[in-house]
């Protein structure tokens, strides 16, 4: 499975989540973002994602809202608790999208998360409340991100 990560806000390629998808024996492309200029951001996920057309987009924190604000057609998102109203000017997800979010996040509140769930018209279930802090880097978060991007491309596979 080919999956395209989106780091967080002062994050860098190669940590801790994507390298856990990639030990899982997965195809991650990690692309560096800029912290400085979100447009630009925008801009570089957007070229990876016409490039290297990913059956799996996860985006952590900033990260979330930056894969929020590209046009990824009908491929699946995985957000780890998504900054969306700190960043870009997307307020809504697809369908085939589930949030992964800790009620103990002191970054971005869980509401957010919550509130995007509902202006999205998306189910309760596509919300996870999981882990006990931001990053989610943890070993039940980490498990539950892999599963969440492996049932999301099964689903989006078996579709197309």
Known sequence: MKLLFFHGWTSVPGGRKPTYLKDAGHDVLNPALPDDDFD????????????????????????????????????????????????????????????????????????????????????????IEIGNDHRLADTEPLKAMLEACEQLAKLHNDKG
């Not at 949030?99 to 509902?118: K, Y």
């Open 40 to 127: 630009e951001a925008v801009r570089v996920a957007q070229s990876e994602f016409d490039q290297h057309k990913p059956d799996v987009i996860v985006g952590s924190s900033r990260g979330g809202a930056v894969a929020m604000n590209i046009d990824s057609s009908e491929t699946p998102l995985v957000l780890l608790c998504p900054a969306w109203k700190n960043w870009g000017t997307a307020t809504t997800i697809k369908p085939n999208s589930v949030i992964l979010h800790s009620l103990a996040d002191d970054v971005i509140p869980f509401g957010d998360s919550e509130e995007l769930l509902a202006n999205s018209g998306l189910p309760h279930e596509a919300l």
